[in-house]
C-alpha cells in the first residue's frame, strides 16, 4: 500500500510553478516518479487495487501545476 509521504507533494527547488492543487497530487519531479512507480509495482504485486488506481491517478497529465496547459 501506498504510504502517506507518496500522496504529498514534495517542495520543488523551481519556485516559479505553481504547486500541484489537483485532488491527486501528481509527481512533480523524478524522484517522485520513481517513488510513485515502486509503490505502483508493489501494489499491483499485492493485489491492492486502490492503491494501483491512486498510483495511477498520480502518474497521469496533464497537472496544471507540472504541465504547461496547450489550448486548440
Known sequence: MLGPEVAQPSVADDTTKPPC???IA???NEEERAHVQA???NALKNNDAHAVLVACLQ???PCPARDELVTR
Open 59 to 61: 502518474l497521469m497529465q
Open 21 to 23: 492543487t489537483c485532488v
Open 26 to 28: 501528481h509527481v512533480q
Open 39 to 41: 509503490g505502483l509495482d
